[in-house]
């Protein structure tokens, strides 16, 4: 909608209606202050939104983000959302060859089975004890930490002090996590498994000194103080769909098609200068929350940028006609594909894959994962689609960083994503392409995005999913009380880029509504 020209000041100006932006929105209005949100598409939502990729195909995927962990229910509550998220039965399978003979690692379908699983695969008891031991490690931190996410900052040693395990704070926050995933098992496969957490959207290596991985696991495994990973009911749009209905319906004023150009601020006051079809207007707000990258942010104010961000993953969607058949017939591919499917990540393989993108060469075996949304929530598909057994499938690709596709995107794009598949068809009993719909012009439904394609459509700086490298769940020097605040008075940032941020969780906006109302 269109911005009101007779009201041009507000308590607060929200740059951008991704879900961090809908959620501060949603808060500030329902406590009494006047909001504009300024979208420069033509809808809300950013990269959390469903949309139908496919030509004449009634198939509403989770376009770019894709699944759950990290939303508090306290912001579901707070906001009244009508949004649900269902679990899944099976956490992973990993198809691998072992002795001639197609097998694979599940985990999931209860204890015995999980169980069962890894005696087949290693043998014995081990690493199974070893995986109940790590993962009930994990599971500690998580109930401690994942409640502060919407707190105040504390500070290193408080949080610390909350975690109260010296041996999960050494192993998470203080040595590269290749040192606690080879200290803790022994079976290449299932230490790949282990570490794929440390390696989503974040090209480093299990030993990388900067221990970016480790803040990128930690980020993965505290998630609703238990880390699952969740399926939204009705696509990742459905949530910011429910985000954008509760702020309008709080009186917030959100106008898409407009683009915010500049922000200027005197340190009590700000105007922002936006760009329409039309022409040109000025909002002006005591507030101003930035749901963009800290790069968008400081292009906005003028400021020197930040440091540059670079994205390393490729995501691909997928319709099929049905589920292809595994080479490993013990498995239901039912089962196989409703949790995260992994391929080419044994522990020695994802090395292999960083240090050839690290010389700038295309992984040889392309580490990647893919799960079935349709699977756990078939309402993605029209009644046609479901009642002829069509199936989605998301693939989520690693150690491919945004340098690799400078000298030509799309030939890159095009090599990769045949690798990629060539890697999935070694444990498949069929071709993937025998499986793949076509859309109403005869083509397999199928798309694949690069870092370059995330950073043409959605501005992600280098293609970041975390718009830069995601920060400790603490306060440092310069991160303030909520993790929001910026060198301006009165100007936050709400976005991924915020600390804390990453993923789809609503926090920063939280945080960055909160920090507006305690001022």
């Known amino acids: 909608m269109p911005v009101d020209e007779g009201t041009r000041s507000y308590d607060a100006v929200i740059v951008g209606g991704g879900h961090n932006g809908l959620v501060a929105a949603a808060y500030l209005a329902r406590a009494g202050r006047s909001v504009l949100v300024l979208e420069r598409l033509g809808h809300t939502g950013g990269a959390a939104v469903s949309t139908r990729p496919f030509a004449g195909v009634d198939a509403r995927l989770s376009r770019y983000s894709y699944l759950v962990s990290l939303l508090p229910r306290k912001i579901v509550r707070d906001l009244g959302l009508r949004f649900q998220v269902r679990g899944r039965t099976v956490s992973s399978y990993t198809p691998t060859e072992r002795g001639g003979r197609a097998t694979g690692l599940l985990v999931g379908g209860g204890e015995r089975r999980t169980r069962e699983a890894f005696a087949r695969l290693t043998g014995g008891e081990r690493e199974y004890a070893a995986w109940q031991?790590?993962?009930?490690?994990?599971?500690?931190?998580?109930?401690?930490?994942?409640?502060?996410?919407?707190?105040?900052?504390?500070?290193?040693?408080?949080?610390?002090?909350?975690?109260?395990?010296?041996?999960?704070?050494?192993?998470?926050?203080e040595e590269p996590i290749g040192v606690a995933v080879e200290e803790n098992f022994t079976d290449d496969l299932v230490r790949g498994v282990v570490l794929t957490d440390a390696l989503i959207g974040t090209f480093a290596d299990a030993h990388d000194p900067s221990l970016a991985q480790n803040r990128c696991f930690l980020?993965?495994?505290?998630?609703?103080?238990?880390?699952?990973?969740?399926?939204?009911?009705?696509?990742?749009?459905?949530?910011?769909?429910?985000?954008?209905?509760?702020?309008?319906?709080?009186?917030?004023?959100?106008?898409?098609g407009h683009e915010a150009v500049r922000i200027d601020t005197d340190g009590r006051t700000a105007e922002v200068t936006y760009r329409t079809a039309d022409g040109e207007g000025v909002a002006a707000a005591r507030h101003v929350l930035v749901n963009a990258s800290p790069q968008e942010l400081a292009a906005l104010l003028g400021d020197p940028p930040p440091e540059p961000a670079e994205g390393a993953q490729l995501k691909v969607n997928m319709l099929l006609t049905r589920l292809p058949r595994l080479r490993d017939d013990a498995v239901d591919p039912r089962e196989a594909f409703a949790g995260t499917f992994h391929i080419a990540e044994g522990y020695r393989q994802l090395a292999t894959a960083h240090a050839q993108a690290a010389a700038g060469e295309l992984p040889a075996a392309p580490p990647?994962?893919?799960?079935?949304?349709?699977?756990?929530?078939?309402?993605?598909?029209?009644?046609?689609?479901?009642?002829?057994?069509?199936?989605?499938?998301?693939?989520?690709?690693?150690?491919?960083?945004?340098?690799?596709?400078?000298r030509d995107n799309d030939a890159v794009r095009e090599e990769l994503l045949k690798a990629t598949l060539a890697q999935l068809d070694a444990h498949l009993a069929e071709p993937l392409a025998d499986c793949l719909a076509t859309d109403a012009d005869g083509r397999p439904c199928i798309e694949a995005k690069t870092p370059l394609d995330l950073e043409q459509d959605l501005r992600l700086p280098g293609g970041n999913i975390f718009h830069r490298a995601l920060s400790w769940p603490y306060a440092a020097e310069d991160t303030g009380r909520w993790g929001v605040e910026t060198g301006h008075p009165g100007v936050l940032l709400c976005g991924a880029g915020a600390v804390r941020g990453g993923g789809v969780s609503g926090v920063p906006g939280h945080n960055a509504a909160m920090a507006v109302l305690e001022a």
Request: proline share 6%; charged share 20%; with cysteine.
């Open 133 to 173: 031991r790590f993962y009930g490690m994990t599971g500690r931190v998580a109930e401690r930490v994942f409640p502060t996410l919407t707190e105040p900052l504390p500070g290193r040693d408080e949080l610390r002090r909350r975690i109260d395990d010296d041996t999960a704070w050494r192993a998470l926050f």
């Open 368 to 406: 990647s994962e893919i799960y079935c949304h349709s699977l756990t929530d078939p309402t993605i598909l029209g009644p046609g689609l479901a009642g002829r057994g069509y199936q989605t499938l998301t693939l989520f690709g690693l150690h491919t960083p945004a340098r690799l596709f400078a």
């Open 219 to 256: 980020y993965h495994v505290i998630g609703g103080g238990t880390g699952a990973w969740d399926v939204p009911v009705g696509g990742m749009g459905a949530l910011t769909d429910a985000l954008a209905a509760a702020a309008r319906t709080a009186g917030a004023v959100i106008a898409t």
